[in-house]
């Protein structure tokens, strides 16, 4: 079993900035993915942003490119997402998600999950 435990969301003006992490705990793997994707009311969870287990490769959605930055701190166990520059259109539930393995922009392929933090922009 894994645990995945995000923190670090909250309310915040438009142009400002919050740094999102992930805890994971439990079950181990030799290597896995992780994952930010964010889910609107009313609309479909839409990836984020994603990152290997070495760090060196990454991906971004082209909404948050050049403001929002993946991290990972593997002997913390823990994932981060720093948003900067954050606009109204990026209020939304973010969770985090594990993949043994590569990553991917897909959510159906990610196999945990945590339970979501919540981000509000206000204009």
């Known amino acids: 079993q894994v645990q995945l435990v995000e923190s670090g969301g909250g309310l915040v003006q438009t142009g400002g900035s919050l740094r999102l992490s992930c805890a994971t705990s439990?079950?181990?793997?030799?290597?896995?993915?992780m994952g930010w994707f964010r889910q609107a009311p009313g609309k479909a969870r839409d990836f984020v942003a994603a990152?290997?287990?070495?760090?060196?490769?990454?991906g971004y959605a082209d909404s948050v490119k050049g403001r929002f930055t993946i991290s990972r701190d593997n002997a913390k166990n823990t994932v981060y997402l720093q948003m900067n520059s954050l606009k109204p259109e990026d209020t939304a539930l973010y969770y985090c998600?594990?993949?043994?393995?590569?990553?991917?922009?897909?959510?159906?392929?990610?196999?945990?999950w945590g339970q979501g933090t919540q981000v509000t922009v206000s204009s």
């Open positions: 990152i290997s287990w070495t760090g060196g490769t990454t």
């Open positions: 439990g079950r181990t793997f030799s290597s896995y993915a």
């Open positions: 998600a594990l993949r043994p393995g590569t990553w991917t922009r897909s959510p159906g392929l990610y196999d945990y």
